[in-house]
């Protein structure tokens, strides 16, 4: 198997024979030995969002080529794909992609249904954080406490103040399934609002941040930060007088980054590179994912505790600055490790 140039993989099932009997041009011939080809099961936003033309070009410069999957045909039979890129939903699909990679191991898949799951549900997602060793990194990472609520609400009040959770709690549906509904969440402020919420949920305990949140994109081992706008603290007083249960904005979706000139430069700086670089590496161990963002709050007054409160599965990289390079690195990387197994 020959390598030309720059750090591509020849496709698995080419053979030297091949490009000889070709009758294209020598160059052509070249060309797309070097073809890295990814195919992709995306939604149609996602695709709009990810599959930019910037991308695409620059794709095309590196002799790396996207495949759209057509869901009605079986997979094995498409292709052949040196990587499959992978959002959609439903276990079915998830079936789908296990079966492919158990026949095809030679395929990148990112990332694996199993590790997906996981972050899919909001009590599995956060596991283990709180106990992550990150001693060696400046600061600290928690995360908020919190309990979750299967059934009943009402019942729950109780299992709320046995477990120690102050009020005001956010509620959060217990699985994210791509739904609208599975991003709206409440601010319960007292007991009797419990009753109000629709199970299964978690219940978490609202941590002060100053207003802004910041979202940590992992692309393999790629990590960039952007600051968000979040929601402002909630006071004593307000936790005394106000009562009931209120929806939340999505405020933190917002396409927009905040520019840090207008902020109070203790809620604005950044997370210790450390702290980001230490709690990313384990919990791209652990979770087993490459494709992720997490979302991080500095408690409010500390310059170095923070919570993790959100963890999402290829998130919307879009926003995310330099990503069309950084995803054709992070595509020419998977190229060569697979190279270098050989
Ligand atoms: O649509 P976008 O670009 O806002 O991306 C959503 C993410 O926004 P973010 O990148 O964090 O700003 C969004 O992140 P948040 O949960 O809002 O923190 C989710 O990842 C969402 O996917 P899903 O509904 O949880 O499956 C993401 O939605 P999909 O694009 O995957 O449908
Ligand atoms: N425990 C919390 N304390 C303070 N703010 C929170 C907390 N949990 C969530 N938020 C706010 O709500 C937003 C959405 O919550 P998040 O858990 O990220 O759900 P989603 O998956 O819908 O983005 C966050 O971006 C943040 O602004
Ligand atoms: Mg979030
Ligand atoms: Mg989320």
Redesign the pocket.
């Known amino acids: 198997m020959r390598v030309e140039g720059d750090n591509m993989v020849p496709r698995g099932n080419e053979t030297d024979d091949e490009v000889v009997l070709d009758t294209t041009s020598f160059e052509q011939a070249q060309q797309r030995q070097k073809q890295l080809v990814i195919g992709y099961a995306l ?1 149609t ?2 695709k709009k ?1 990810f599959l930019q033309p910037k991308l695409e070009v620059l794709a095309r410069q590196k002799g790396i080529s996207f495949v759209s999957i057509d869901q009605e045909k079986p997979l094995s039979e498409q292709g052949p794909f040196d990587v499959v890129l992978h ?1 959609l939903l439903g276990n079915a699909w998830h079936e789908v992609i296990e079966d492919y990679q158990q026949k095809h191991p030679e395929v990148t898949v990112l990332d694996p249904p199993g590790a997906i799951q996981r972050i899919y549900n909001r009590q599995s997602m956060l596991q283990g954080i709180a106990d992550l060793n990150l001693a060696e990194c400046d600061g600290m990472i928690c995360v908020p406490k919190q309990m979750v609520v299967l059934k009943d609400t009402t019942s729950s009040a109780n299992e709320v103040e046995e477990a120690g959770l102050k009020f005001p709690l956010v509620a959060k549906p217990l699985l ?4 609208a509904k ?2 709206q969440l409440f601010l319960a402020y007292d007991r009797l609002s419990l009753a109000e919420l629709e199970p299964p949920l978690v219940l978490q305990e609202f941590v002060n941040h100053g207003g802004v949140l910041f ?1 940590v994109f992992v692309v393999g081992d790629v990590i960039r930060v952007v600051r ?1 706008f979040s929601l402002p603290n909630v006071s004593n007083i307000e936790k005394s007088k106000v009562a009931g249960v209120f929806q939340f904005p ?1 405020v ?2 917002a396409a927009a980054s905040v520019d840090k000139s207008d902020l109070d430069p203790r809620v604005a700086e950044l997370p210790p590179n450390p702290l980001l670089e230490g709690l990313v590496r384990e919990l791209r161990s652990r979770l087993g994912l490459r494709l992720f ?1 997490i ?1 991080i709050i500095r408690e409010h007054g500390s310059k170095d505790v923070f919570y993790v409160i ?1 963890i ?8 995310m600055p330099d990503y069309e390079q950084v995803f054709i690195d992070f595509f020419l990387s998977l190229a060569q490790a697979k190279l270098n197994k050989r």
């Open positions: 939604t936003k996602k969002s959002k994210v399934d791509g739904t599975s991003h979202k968000r999505r933190s979706s963002n979302d959100d999402n599965y290829f998130p919307g990289y879009g926003k």
